[in-house]
């Protein structure tokens, strides 16, 4: 393990993460809302952390392991979150460090869970870095680095192997350099497209940059406390339903469809986006069938909300904790299945419980033909038995963190509903759960030790789970 690599090249993530701090600073400016100086601040102190670990690491390390890269994915999402909560406590916008904390860990792991009210008169500066921070959370900050570093002499296929979720990491192009470069653009390019519709169907120019921000990054922040329900307009609620569908489909698929001349067969022969379409269209007829006959909610409300959810992003048009109880267990289920692999949403990935769902189907065929030859295929292609062994490690290690997390939650006083759906919320990154934490209320009611818990849930969720455990087996440690 090269130590001074990895705080060398955590420092240009820092610095780089400090200039993204101008930004709220010029909105502030812009619109003589204040806390301009608040945030020049806080990119300077954090720019010179950057710089000053960048000066004692010496040269840019001329090769990363892929120790190291496992290293800096997991202090980067730690490092940065910390460093993003400084513009909250120096505004007085989050009172304590504990909510400070966990507003910036929320957004920059694009989970949407929040602690602040009054949203529609926060200072336009506030409200751009919480949907920034979104932004830079849903891609990862890393591939942006990643794009950059070679061209200081610092490889990226270390941070990209870390960084990148899914059981299956195909390179985009032959270098990872051009890797980055083209899933930023298609992310650019998707948020410039979602702003300039939004603006069009009748949002501000403020208000559609933060939501095309958020819903590309399928953060769910909004600028107003309604979040989505305060727009009363069916153009702006299907346009963003249409950009958390396309957020939630794996970006080499994008990619590839670009290359082909926006060809929409390189979309039919993906099993897993087959798999992603029909089940958000299955929950979307069972729980428009209970809701809509029910007299609790509309077709609108129904498709909205649940595209919100099965795709974690945590918009919501209106309290649909007051639906029937059986929506709550299917939009329970649709938090931990997920969006794509590849794609900016959370979630254990759709191609992860479909291939868990062919390997059952596998074993239950062996019972009945035990000298058989069965393999389990995604896209006409087998998949190793390695790569399943390390589906159910991941299935298992993700289920006992989600049960050792609520648990923690329980021991903090805070009640079963509302423990076992936040911890969904937060694990998954989705945000907005039931109980106390549902989409009309905020995690702001919680103890400190609670919301310190989902801190770390949040995290985990973000860093796919094995990213952070491999850190704790003593093997990594050694020479």
Same mark, same amino acid.
């Given at each position: ?13 820092? @610095? ?55 290293? &800096? ?6 490092? =940065? ?37 009054? +949203? ?13 921070? #979104? ?8 591939? +942006? ?29 032959? %270098? ?9 653009? !298609? ?5 410039? &497209? ?23 990054? *399928? ?6 406390? @309604? ?17 958390? =569908? ?25 099993? #897993? ?11 979307? *007829? ?14 609108? #409300? ?27 267990? =299917? ?26 769902? %062919?390997?059952?189907?596998? #074993? *239950? ?41 609520? !648990? =923690? ?15 969904? @919320? ?54």
């Amino acid at each position: 393990m090269h130590i001074k690599g990895v705080i060398w090249t955590l420092g240009i993530l820092i @610095a780089l993460f400090a200039s993204g701090m101008l930004v709220p600073a010029i909105v502030a400016l812009y619109f003589a809302s204040g806390h301009a100086q608040e945030f020049l601040l806080a990119g300077g102190l954090t720019a010179t952390l950057g710089l000053s670990m960048m000066r004692w690491a010496g040269n840019a390390p001329k090769q990363l392991s892929h120790k190291d890269g496992f290293l &800096i994915v997991a202090l980067a999402w730690v490092t =940065l979150s910390l460093l993003g909560a400084i513009p909250f406590w120096t505004t007085g916008v989050c009172t304590t460090i504990s909510d400070g904390l966990f507003e910036s860990t929320s957004g920059l792991t694009t989970t949407g869970a929040t602690i602040l009210t009054g +949203l529609d008169t926060l200072p336009h500066s506030i409200l751009f870095w919480r949907s920034m921070q #979104e932004w830079l959370g849903g891609m990862g900050i890393i591939v +942006l680095a990643v794009a950059v570093m070679p061209l200081l002499g610092v490889g990226g296929m270390q941070l990209f192997r870390a960084e990148t979720p899914g059981p299956v990491k195909d390179k985009l192009t032959a %270098r990872v350099t051009e890797t980055a470069k083209a899933l930023w653009y !298609i992310y650019v390019g998707m948020t410039i &497209i979602s702003t300039l519709a939004l603006w069009f169907a009748g949002m501000s120019g403020f208000d559609a940059i933060n939501h095309a921000m958020t819903t590309v990054a *399928i953060g769910g922040f909004s600028t107003h406390d @309604a979040s989505i329900g305060y727009y009363d307009s069916a153009w702006v609620r299907g346009l963003i339903v249409m950009f958390m =569908l396309l957020a939630g489909i794996n970006f080499t698929l994008h990619f590839a469809a670009l290359k082909r001349g926006f060809s929409i067969n390189t979309y039919r022969c993906d099993d #897993e986006f087959r798999t992603y379409i029909k089940w958000v269209a299955v929950l979307i *007829i069972l729980i428009g069938g209970l809701t809509v006959f029910s007299h609790t909610g509309t077709w609108g #409300e129904v498709i909205f909300n649940t595209v919100s959810i099965a795709t974690t992003t945590g918009f919501a048009v209106n309290d649909y904790a007051l639906w029937p109880p059986g929506t709550t267990m =299917l939009l329970f289920a649709a938090m931990f299945i997920g969006a794509c692999a590849g794609s900016t949403g959370g979630g254990m990935k759709v191609i992860r419980v479909l291939l868990l769902f %062919r390997q059952g189907m596998r #074993e *239950i065929r062996r019972l009945i033909h035990p000298h058989g030859v069965i393999h389990v295929k995604i896209n006409d292609q087998s998949i190793d038995g390695p790569v399943v062994q390390a589906l159910w490690g991941f299935f298992v290690l993700y289920m006992v963190c989600y049960a050792i997390i609520t !648990i =923690l939650l329980a021991f903090t006083g805070v009640d079963m509903l509302t423990s076992l759906t936040a911890a969904a @919320a937060c694990i998954t990154n989705t945000g907005p759960g039931f109980g106390d934490v549902g989409p009309a209320s905020t995690y702001a009611s919680l103890p400190d030790a609670a919301k310190a818990v989902l801190m770390f849930g949040m995290i985990l969720g973000r860093l796919e789970i094995f990213t952070f455990f491999v850190l704790l087996v003593p093997e990594f440690w050694r020479k």
